[in-house]
T-cell receptor, first 110, second 114 residues
Framework: TQLLEQSPQFLSIQEGENLTVYCNSSSVFSSLQWYRQEPGEGPVLLVTVVTGGEVKKLKRLTFQFGDARKDSSLHITAAQPGDTGLYLCAGTTNAGKSTFGDGTTLTVKP | DTEVTQTPKHLVMGMTNKKSLKCEQHMGHRAMYWYKQKAKKPPELMFVYSYEKLSINESVPSRFSPECPNSSLLNLHLHALQPEDSALYLC?????????????FGQGTRLTVV
């Protein structure tokens, strides 16, 4: 059973469009991280959310943690080709176990 | 210094070879991790070291042998690997293990077993 479900799995959009990636679970997480990974490179940490209902912004990226701390979303405004990559959410449960979602492969076409 | 450095970046080895992957961080982190990642899949946890002691082994075959010589270094010794072990091997570190773990990843070692 996959602890963290990410959707969509693949997303291909035009430059300038907006998009949202979702990360859902039936488990409660004490914290959740979002990473972005380019081919052949390691994941790069974008943000950590820890409080239910928390919203964090990083330039054109908006991250939200669900009130019940079971889900999270990543919204990108006016996507650019440089946003292309694999987006991964990773959650840590109260028991200290961390797991990654399956990832969302985003392609932004010029 | 906020980097996790992995060497080598690429490695090709035969099934009878012995090789080692190396990882180094100077952020004062006390938890270090090895992950294996196949193409278009998320990283899979292999080992966790906490305060230089092995705390988690995710049922990894014995042909993979981790070592933590000190708080800044993490090695992964490889012996008698199979072609299906070809993958991107990622090292990561964090302040500690626990509830709010922010992991910082290295660039990975692309391993090909022939």
């Amino acid at each position: 059973t996959q602890l963290l479900e990410q959707s969509p799995q693949f997303l291909s959009i035009q430059e300038g469009e907006n998009l949202t990636v979702y990360c859902n679970s039936s488990s409660v997480f004490s914290s959740l991280q979002w990473y972005r990974q380019e081919p052949g490179e390691g994941p790069v940490l974008l943000v950590t959310v820890v409080t239910g209902g928390e919203v964090k912004k990083l330039k054109r990226l908006t991250f939200q943690f669900g009130d019940a701390r079971k889900d999270s979303s990543l919204h990108i405004t006016a996507a650019q080709p440089g946003d292309t990559g694999l987006y991964l959410c990773a959650g840590t449960t109260n028991a200290g176990k961390s797991t990654f979602g399956d990832g969302t492969t985003l392609t932004v076409k010029p | 210094d906020t980097e996790v450095t992995q060497t080598p970046k690429h490695l090709v080895m035969g099934m009878t070879n012995k090789k080692s992957l190396k990882c180094e961080q100077h952020m004062g982190h006390r938890a270090m991790y090895w992950y294996k990642q196949k193409a278009k899949k998320p990283p899979e946890l292999m080992f966790v070291y906490s305060y230089e002691k092995l705390s988690i082994n995710e049922s990894v075959p014995s042909r993979f042998s981790p070592e933590c010589p000190n708080s800044s270094l993490l090695n992964l010794h490889l012996h008698a690997l199979q072609p299906e072990d070809s993958a991107l091997y990622l090292c990561a570190s964090s302040h500690h293990t626990g509830r709010n773990t922010e992991a910082f990843f290295g660039q990975g070692t692309r391993l090909t077993v022939v």
